[in-house]
């Protein structure tokens, strides 16, 4: 089945600083990338997410790349700010008439003011 | 539009007791993911439902877990004589359709004593 590894565990960066988190998957087959956001005591919110027929996806402060031959895909926070501080979670799927998504073990990410 | 509601927040069981978790999908969305989250992990895949189906079920335990999905009321996931393993944060995701994205509630966290 899919393995989803996901790197690096802990990342600390300086207010205005850029974060990049990345992962990679076993499955060549998956289709779908999902980015979760895990604050302290709440449930993963979708923060951006790439299917296999795109290398790269932005949304403001946020943008994840894919690269299909080597099975990595990584998220990218520019400006940082406090407020990003949170769990970070990577997700692979393959769309078998469902997307039973296979998560990282999440990179905790702390942003200094 | 309300997100995915869950409850109880937190649910303190004794081991032997039954333990049920109740997941309300947003509205207009039929589809059900339950998640098991142990600490300082990724989330796991356990079952995925339908309006009154399990489609797939292949992340639960085979004994003592069941889920159901019924046709009024909120999604339950059951846990029978419940043990200290069992203690995790579980998440349920709904999505309107099986190939779009999935919108997490903000969990249940059980201990077991």
């Known amino acids: 089945g899919e393995n989803v590894e996901q790197h690096p565990s802990t990342l600390s960066v300086q207010e205005g600083d850029s974060a990049v988190i990345k992962c990679t998957y076993s499955d060549s087959a998956s289709n779908y990338f999902p980015w979760y956001k895990q604050e302290l005591g709440k449930g993963p919110q979708l923060i951006i997410d790439i299917r296999s027929n795109v290398g790269e996806k932005k949304d403001q402060r946020i943008a994840v790349t894919l690269n299909k031959t080597a099975k990595h895909f990584s998220l990218h926070i520019t400006e940082t700010q406090p407020e990003d501080s949170a769990v970070y979670f990577c997700?692979?799927?393959?769309?078998?008439?469902?997307?039973?998504?296979?998560f990282g073990t999440g990179t905790r990410l702390l942003v200094s003011p | 539009n309300a997100g995915v509601m869950q409850n109880p927040r937190h649910l303190v069981r004794r081991r032997g007791q039954e333990a049920r978790l109740r997941c309300s999908p947003m509205k207009g969305h039929s589809h059900v993911y339950w998640y098991r989250q142990l600490p300082e992990e990724g989330l796991k895949f356990m079952v995925y439902?339908?309006?009154?189906?399990?489609?797939?079920e292949s992340g639960m335990p085979k004994e003592r877990f069941s889920a159901e999905f019924p046709k009024e009321g909120p999604s339950i996931l059951r846990i029978q004589q419940v043990v200290r393993g069992d203690s995790a944060a579980y998440f349920c995701?709904?999505?309107?359709?099986?190939?779009?994205?999935?919108?997490f509630g903000p969990g249940t966290r059980l201990t077991v004593l």
């Open positions: 997700a692979a799927s393959i769309d078998t008439g469902f997307q039973k998504l296979v």
């Open positions: 439902l339908q309006k009154e189906n399990i489609i797939d």
């Open positions: 995701a709904s999505s309107p359709g099986s190939s779009n994205e999935q919108f």
